[in-house]
């Protein structure tokens, strides 16, 4: 019963920016949600979440330049990217746990080229 929705991805020039949404329905609390992305031939890799207490964590590739952040009453979370580097091109996943089990989006694809 739960959805993950992702969306705003796009094409960026480097240094631009992007910010990324993810709606869930259900009962899920933004406090299991994050972010995560796949390059083609690489595994998936976390690049942003929120913790225990509601503290955040990220990727040491995309600390200083991306932001994560939520809207409870939503019930959805962003992620703010800014200083887009080519290296950052990937499909962005969101994620979110409920009741023991993870789900996630169909996720977006991120761009950066010139």
């Known amino acids: 019963q739960v959805q993950l929705v992702d969306s705003g991805g796009g094409l960026v020039q480097p240094g631009g920016s992007l910010r990324l949404s993810c709606a869930a329905s259900?009962?899920?609390?933004?406090?299991?949600m994050g972010w995560y992305r796949q390059a083609p031939g690489k595994e998936r890799e976390l690049v942003a979440r929120f913790t225990r207490a509601g503290s955040t964590n990220y990727a040491d590739s995309v600390k200083g330049r991306f932001t994560i952040a939520g809207d409870r009453s939503k019930n959805t979370v962003y992620l703010q990217m800014n200083s887009l580097k080519p290296e950052d091109t990937a499909v962005y996943y969101c994620r979110a746990t409920y009741l023991a089990r993870d789900y996630w989006g169909r996720g977006t694809q991120v761009t950066v080229t010139s």
């Open positions: 259900g009962s899920v609390d933004i406090n299991t």
